[in-house]
């Protein structure tokens, strides 16, 4: 009876970390810390994490259950929008799961990066980073809020006005 319901335990736990996996958007990434302190995003099988420096790319290759994916033999290039300039950085394996490359580009707080990545075994995948920008899971700005808390309290002081 004990075996059976260790069993159980263990098919309830993988099937939440399935659901897990489902449910990694990129405000679940940025509300994460990642190991090098960069921004995690998923890219079909991988999970990417890019570290951004002046004129500096570096990526972290895992796969969904942040096992190191091996780069060697393969290859990638960024695209750079920064600062309205566009360059493109080719990335190359720099050891283990890493790769890196460097360009002519500015950081910029608004500076968007697309990765396309190919590694042996594996289709081609790409990926969005806003380096700088967290996207979180909320849809409205802070300070929208506090005006609409404001704009209830005007109407429920109209409504005692009335009474």
Not at 79 to 89: A, D, F, I, P
Not at 92 to 120: E, K, W
Request: no cysteine; proline share 4%.
């Amino acid at each position: 009876m004990k075996a059976l319901f260790t069993t159980l335990l263990a098919l309830a736990l993988s099937l939440t970390l399935a659901q897990h996996a489902i449910a990694h958007d990129d405000a679940w990434f940025d509300a994460q810390e990642h190991p090098h302190g960069g921004q995690m995003r998923m890219a079909g099988p991988f999970h990417v994490e890019m570290v951004t420096e002046p004129g500096e790319l570096t990526i972290h290759v895992a796969d969904h259950a942040d096992q190191a994916i091996a780069t060697e033999g393969g290859s990638a290039r960024a695209t750079v929008l920064s600062g309205g300039q566009r360059s493109t950085v080719r990335l190359a394996p720099s050891g283990d799961n890493r790769m890196h490359g460097s360009g002519d580009f500015q950081l910029d707080d608004g500076m968007t990066v697309v990765l396309s990545i190919s590694l042996p075994g594996h289709d081609s995948q790409q990926a969005r980073f806003t380096p700088f920008q967290r996207v979180s899971g909320e849809a409205a700005p802070h300070d929208h809020g506090h005006e609409h808390q404001h704009d209830h309290g005007h109407h429920e002081g109209h409504g005692h006005h009335h009474h």
